[in-house]
C-alpha cells in the first residue's frame, strides 16, 4: 500500500524525467520527491529490454532503499520494458507513464485513430499499442521510433534549422496517418511541443505522458522537501536540469554509484 | 613487455572502435583481436571524466582477463580521459588514439595550425593540444566540440540534409581556423570523412587517429581469429558493425555484463 506520508520516488535514464516531477509539483507542490537520474549511463532507448530491466532495477531499488513510498518510472523506454521487472523486484506500489498515456489517448481520440511518438526501445516493444488496444480494441494505433530527437534536445538544439528539419522528417509520417491524437512518448519531447504543434496543426491533440502519470498519483502530504540523485554529474548537468525543471538543483544534488 | 603471440585487446564505448580494428586488420592481417564494445553504456563522449575512468578501467581490466598481449583504448574520449588510470589498473602494455594522432598531425602540418574536431568530453580534456604542444610548442591548435556527429552516425545519418546541415554548422568555425591539418578525434568520424572534405576541400589534411595507432603497433603475430564482445546486444547490433567494419561478426559475438 502507499504511504502518502513518505517521499515519492521517481527515476529516469537521466534528466529528461525532470519533466514530470515538474507535473507532480504543479498538481502535488507539498509532495516530498526523491529523484534518481541514471546520467552515467543515458540513453535508454536505444538499448535491449535485457540491459532496460537490469538498469531499471537497480534504479529502483536505490529509490526503495531512500525509504520512498511509491515509485514512478518516469522514463518512457523503461515504463515500456522493465514495469513488471520492477514491479517484481520492489515491494512498493510503481506506477509509470504507459498506462497513463495510453488511458489519456483513448479517451481523447474521436475519430479513434491514435498516434505514438518515442525511443527506438519504446516504439519497437510495442508498449503504448498494446495498452489502448486493451482499452479499446477499436482504437488503430500507428507507431513511429524518432531516435534522433533525445540528443538534439540534450544538446540544447529546441529551436532552428536542424531540430525542424528532422522533426519534419519524422512529422511528415505521422500527418499520414491522420490521426487526432497523438503520445508525445518521451520525456524530451515536450519541450519541442510548440514546434510538434507548430507543424502538425492544432487538430491533433498532444498527449504529454508524465503530465498524465501525476494526475493519476494519489494526493501526498509532505514538505515539499526534495533531493537529487544522478550517476553522473557533468559540468552541462546545472543547464541541462534546469531546461527540464525550469530552475537550479545544483545544491541539492548528489552523485551516487549504483554498481 | 608486449607478447606477440597474444591476441590484442581493443577496447571502446561501443562499435566506433571497429573502425579501428579494420585499420590493425590492414596492416596486421594476422593479428588475433579480442575487441570489447560497452554498448550498454554508450556514449562516454558526455560523461565526466570520474564515469569515463570507472567504465574505462573495467573495459581493460576485462580484456586483460582474455589474456591479451597488449591494449589498444580505440575511444578518443577514454584516451584523453582515462589513459593513466587504464594503465595504472592493468600489466600489459596501453596504447591509445591520442598520441598517435596528436604525432601524426605535428609531423603533417607545415603552416602549424592544427585543429581538433571530438566529443564533448575529448575537447574539454584538451588531451590532444597537450600532446600536440608536447611535440612542438610552436603549433597552434584550435578545437571545437562537435557532439551531434555521434548520434547522427549512430543513427545510420552519414549523407544528406541532415548530416550535411549540421556538418556545415560545425565546418563554419573550422574554415575559421585555417588550419592546414584537422585531426578526426572520434572512432565515428571517418565514416563521414568524404563529407568533410567535401566541406573543408582539398587543402586540409585529415588525420584519422585510429589508422595512426594501428600504424604504430609492433608486428603482430596470430593466426587472425578475432573474437568480440559486447555489453548490450541490440537488433541493430548486426547493421551497425557492419557500418563500421565493413562486414558481419553477428556470430563472432558474445555479451557480457562488466558489472
New interface residues.
Given amino acids: 500500500m502507499l504511504r502518502r506520508d513518505r517521499p515519492i520516488g521517481v527515476f529516469d535514464s537521466g534528466l529528461g524525467g525532470l519533466t514530470v516531477v515538474k507535473e507532480i509539483k504543479k498538481i502535488n507542490p507539498q509532495a516530498d520527491v526523491v529523484y534518481l537520474g541514471d ?3 543515458i540513453p535508454y532507448g ?3 529490454k ?2 532496460v530491466e ?1 538498469f531499471s532495477v537497480q534504479d529502483a531499488k536505490f529509490l526503495e532503499k531512500q525509504g520512498v513510498g511509491a515509485i514512478v518510472i518516469a522514463c518512457n523506454t523503461a515504463s515500456a520494458l522493465a514495469t513488471q521487472a520492477v514491479s517484481q523486484a520492489v515491494k512498493v506500489p510503481v506506477y509509470e507513464v504507459i498506462t497513463a498515456g495510453s488511458q489519456a489517448a483513448a479517451a481523447a481520440t474521436h475519430s479513434l485513430r491514435v498516434g505514438v511518438i518515442g525511443t ?1 526501445a519504446t516504439i ?1 516493444s510495442h508498449a503504448y499499442a498494446i495498452g489502448i488496444k486493451d482499452l479499446n480494441p477499436k482504437i488503430i494505433i500507428h507507431e513511429l521510433a524518432c ?2 530527437l533525445v ?2 534536445i ?2 540544447g ?1 529546441t529551436k532552428g ?2 531540430i525542424n ?2 522533426l519534419s ?1 519524422y512529422l511528415k509520417q505521422v500527418k499520414q496517418w491522420r490521426v487526432d491524437t497523438l503520445i508525445l512518448g518521451c520525456t524530451h519531447y515536450p519541450l519541442i511541443e510548440r514546434l510538434i504543434r507548430s507543424q502538425l496543426g492544432n487538430n491533433v491533440r498532444l498527449i504529454n505522458s508524465g503530465e498524465e502519470v501525476a494526475k493519476r498519483l494519489p494526493k501526498l502530504t509532505g514538505k515539499g522537501k526534495d533531493k537529487y540523485f544522478v ?6 548537468f546545472i543547464k541541462t536540469a534546469r531546461l527540464f525543471l525550469g530552475y537550479d538543483i545544483g545544491d541539492k544534488t548528489e552523485r551516487v ?1 549504483l ?1
Fill in positions: 546520467t552515467a549511463r536505444t538499448r535491449s535485457q540491459v537490469e527506438r519497437g531516435p534522433l540528443p538534439l540534450e544538446e538544439e534549422e536542424i528539419l528532422v522528417k550517476t553522473d554529474m557533468t559540468p552541462r554509484k554498481t
